[in-house]
């Protein structure tokens, strides 16, 4: 592992043939099971914090701490040229290593705080779809959904001929919700309208009509228009 596999998926990194993508197949496949599985290991720099063994074949182990505060296992070390009893066996490597090689630092979690926003993002702009998808089967009949507490408003202008023409209003007003959006949640919720990415605030498809179909737009919306491209594949 690099520092470049930090900025990686867990998919991506249990992709190959490798040692590394085998064992961390091993990884997500046992500690998806059970977080500790395995008896602590002794002697390490961590004092009482306990770390778990995780074998793979002969040749292949690894520690793991299971975080209770934030209910996350953490890799923590891999070593891939176990040989039992000898010297420089996986044990003993594990047992020369640093707390601080062996606990997570503030910038693991920094990255995993970033992993848990985007996967919460994702999980919650996938709402889009379906109201693009009723919005494209009725057009010029408003369709309304609350995105991570943004209020949005999908409405298909023109629905033939193709690419459908789509207006997409989004509310300043925060409803309640538990998520709060980063700085990038509505180009983020545009780029799913649109099935195409924006390159920052100043590419957005802005529209200075204040009408949405039969009604107003309030004060406190913006609104955007534009072609949705790759629609027949909702």
Known sequence: FTSDDLERPLEELAAGDSDAAKFVRTFTEKRGIDPVDEDS??????????????????????????????????????????????????????RGLRAEQLLPEELDYLLFREQQAI???????????PALRSALADPRTEVRVDIGGVPV?????????????LKVAVSMRR?????????WWIPAILAR??????????????SDDRTF?????????????SFVTGAEGL
């Open 119 to 129: 996967q919460a993002a994702d999980a919650i702009l996938d709402h889009i779809d």
């Open 41 to 94: 290991i002794e002697g390490l720099a961590t004092g009482r914090v306990p770390m778990h063994p995780l074998r793979r074949g002969q040749r292949i182990r690894g520690l793991t701490w299971f975080d209770r505060d934030t209910n996350v296992v953490w890799l923590v070390a891999a070593h891939f040229d176990h040989r039992s009893g000898e010297r420089g066996d996986s044990y003993a490597y594990f």
């Open 193 to 206: 309208c649109y099935r195409r990415p924006f390159g920052g605030w100043d590419d957005l498809p802005y």
């Open 153 to 165: 408003s999908l409405l298909v202008t023109r629905a033939t001929p193709s690419p459908p023409r």
């Open 175 to 183: 409803t309640e919700s538990g998520f709060e959006p980063p700085p």
């Open 213 to 225: 179909g039969t009604r107003s737009l309030g004060h406190d919306e913006m609104a955007f228009e």
